[in-house]
Nanobody
Framework: QVQLVESGGGLVQSGGSLRLSCAAS????????MGWTRQPPGKEREFVAT???????EYSDSVKGRFTISRDNAKNTVYLQMNSLKPEDTAVYYC???????WGPGTQVTVSS
């Protein structure tokens, strides 16, 4: 059974940093794209970042230059380093495997002003 488990969310002040992790189990995802999506309060889910099996990365314009996505295939884990956080980054952050439609349960990130 495939399972994605996010961790690392929490409350941080504006300008601070957090590092999210997503550990995948039940299948080897080293040859697939992995990514992060977020859902701000009262809004639709929105794309944050993806990283391909060849380590090619893509970011939304709103996080480009502040967030960094990375992966450790040996650990079947994807990370999201978030720097210079802003109150508008407040959201539930979801790990996902787009090719197979897998989603994690989400982790809350709250940025106070």
């Amino acid at each position: 059974q495939v399972q994605l488990v996010e961790s690392g969310g929490g409350l941080v002040q504006s300008g601070g940093s957090l590092r999210l992790s997503c550990a995948a189990s039940g299948r080897n995802f080293s040859i697939t794209t992995m990514g992060w999506t977020r859902q701000p309060p009262g809004k639709e889910r929105e794309f944050v970042a993806t990283i391909s099996d060849k380590f090619f990365t893509e970011y939304s314009d709103s996080v480009k230059g502040r967030f960094t996505i990375s992966r450790d295939n040996a650990k079947n884990t994807v990370y999201l380093q978030m720097n210079s956080l802003k109150p508008e980054d407040t959201a539930v952050y979801y790990c996902r495997i787009p090719q197979f439609g897998y989603w994690g349960p989400g982790t809350q990130v709250t940025v106070s002003s």
